[in-house]
Structure formats: structure tokens, C-alpha cells
């Protein structure tokens, strides 16, 4: 069974720097794209930034140019580089991938736990 393996959260400053990481603990056979998502109490969840299998990436208007997302293929890895954050930042930040876990054909969505980040004024 493919789980996403969360990691990077913690506590820290407004202004300061976080990087989060989430690992497959199997490797997919076709990852189409990786991305993060975070949902702050009481609100909706949101992409924050996704990459795709050609490396193309997408971010949320919010977060372009203070965010970065990057992938190890090899590793079936995604992270997410998290600079300058704001308070607005604090959130769980949920990691997922869409591909197929054994061959060519299908689609599939992977989800990890979450992975709390919480910044202070």
C-alpha cells in the first residue's frame, strides 16, 4: 500500500524559513504530478504548489516568489521550500500525489496526514 510520509513542520517566526518534504513509501510506478495543499482552522483547503512529471510547476498566488516546490524522482520525493512566511502560512500542509502505482494505466490519488506549520507575528 502506497502511503505519503509527511515531515518538515514545526514553529517558527515571521520572516523565517521552513522546508517540508513527503516521501512515497513504495515507489509509483507513474507519477503525473505531486503537490501541497494546507487548510487553516476554519477554512477551506487550498493548493499551494504543485510540479508536474515535466518539472512545470504551479503556485498559488499567495505564496509565488516566497515558496519553491522541487521533486527527487529517484526518491519519489516532493518538497517545499518556505521562505519569508507570514503568519497567514500557518496551517496543516498535506502532501499528494496522482499516478499509478503499477503500471501505465490509471489514475490515482495519494494522500499524506498533514504536517502542522505555525508562524508567529
Known amino acids: 500500500q502506497v502511503q505519503l510520509v509527511e515531515s518538515g513542520g514545526g514553529l517558527v517566526q515571521s520572516g523565517g524559513s521552513l522546508r517540508l518534504a513527503c516521501a512515497a513509501s513504495?515507489?509509483?510506478?507513474?507519477?503525473?504530478?505531486m503537490d501541497w495543499y494546507r487548510q487553516a482552522p476554519g477554512k477551506q483547503r487550498e493548493l499551494v504548489a504543485r510540479?508536474?512529471?515535466?518539472?512545470?510547476?504551479n503556485y498559488a498566488d499567495s505564496v509565488k516568489g516566497r515558496f519553491t516546490i522541487s521533486r527527487d524522482n529517484a526518491k519519489n520525493t516532493v518538497y517545499l521550500q518556505m521562505n519569508s512566511l507570514e503568519p497567514e502560512d500557518t496551517a496543516v500542509y498535506y502532501c499528494?500525489?496522482?499516478?499509478?502505482?503499477?503500471?501505465?494505466?490509471?489514475?490515482?490519488?495519494?494522500w499524506g496526514q498533514g504536517t502542522q506549520v505555525t508562524v508567529s507575528s
Open positions: 499528494h500525489a496522482v499516478g499509478s502505482p503499477s503500471g501505465p494505466a490509471g489514475t490515482y490519488h495519494y
Open positions: 513504495r515507489s509509483i510506478f507513474r507519477i503525473d504530478f
Open positions: 510540479v508536474f512529471s515535466d518539472e512545470r510547476t
